[in-house]
């Protein structure tokens, strides 16, 4: 991943961090961003940083077009390209039909959604001009089991992400999604590898909860030469929990 440049939103923690401190391993410069917590997010960079790595941060509410269209233009000015986008924030919206309420519905639609769509849309632009890009976006289990909030979202935008896949992969352009199970998110990536010792214990053929790092490897291949053939799936990271 040399010489390639990688976004990343909601780097902050968990999987955005895991994510940057894999791609830093390989040799990718970052642009990574975050709307809430700078302190978090340079904690990050500060990680990163110590692949030798350049790595550039910013604040951006990635449900606002505006400043998703400021953000992809300072990481262009930059860095003169963008490379690769994983989509990582989230924002759940708990509960059964009846229970999950109008406002908790459109803030998960805004992050879940809406926001990758803006990001893609962003970053699709320079992809096309320089006819090489990788799109990764964070789904989940829901989508296969049911779950009004999640579920119907997290599905939303893997439709979202075929399409890409479909409209743009005469660029050379890849789009992919990524469906961790239980993943064990207490500990602080970048500090550990492995499972964690007394990780919950799961009823599943593989009978623990993953880790960022199990899911942030496949990002990185996914985001490869090595994958340039592969476009418009999921893959789950579950431990068997659910079988396609």
Not at 54 to 80: I, L, N, P, W, Y
């Amino acid at each position: 991943m040399k010489g390639k440049v990688v976004l990343i939103t909601g780097a902050t923690r968990n999987h955005g961090r895991a994510s940057a401190l894999a791609f830093a391993e390989e040799g990718a410069d970052l642009l990574l961003c975050t709307r809430q917590s700078m302190d978090l997010l340079e904690e990050t960079a500060q990680l990163a940083r110590k692949s030798g790595v350049r790595v550039v941060t910013g604040q951006c509410d990635v449900t606002d077009e505006a400043q998703v269209e400021s953000f992809v233009k300072m990481g262009h000015a930059e860095f003169g390209r963008i490379d690769v986008l994983v989509n990582n924030a989230a924002w759940r919206a708990r509960g059964e039909l009846l229970s999950i309420s109008s406002e908790d519905w459109a803030a998960a639609m805004a992050v879940n959604l809406h926001a990758p769509f803006l990001v893609c849309k962003a970053v699709v632009t320079g992809m096309v001009e320089q006819r090489w890009g990788r799109i990764i976006n964070y789904s989940g289990i829901a989508p296969f089991r049911g779950a009004s909030g999640q579920g119907t979202l997290k599905m939303a935008c893997e439709g979202l992400t075929r399409a890409i896949a479909n409209e743009y992969g005469k660029y050379n352009i890849t789009a992919n999604c990524i469906g961790p199970g239980s993943i064990d998110v207490a500990r602080t990536p970048g500090q550990a590898t492995g499972p964690a010792e007394g990780s919950t214990t799961l009823d599943i053929p593989i009978p623990r909860q993953g880790t960022v790092e199990e899911c942030s490897a496949l990002v990185v291949f996914l985001a490869s030469e090595q994958a340039s053939y592969i476009t418009g799936q999921t893959y789950l990271v579950n431990g068997g929990a659910h079988f396609l």
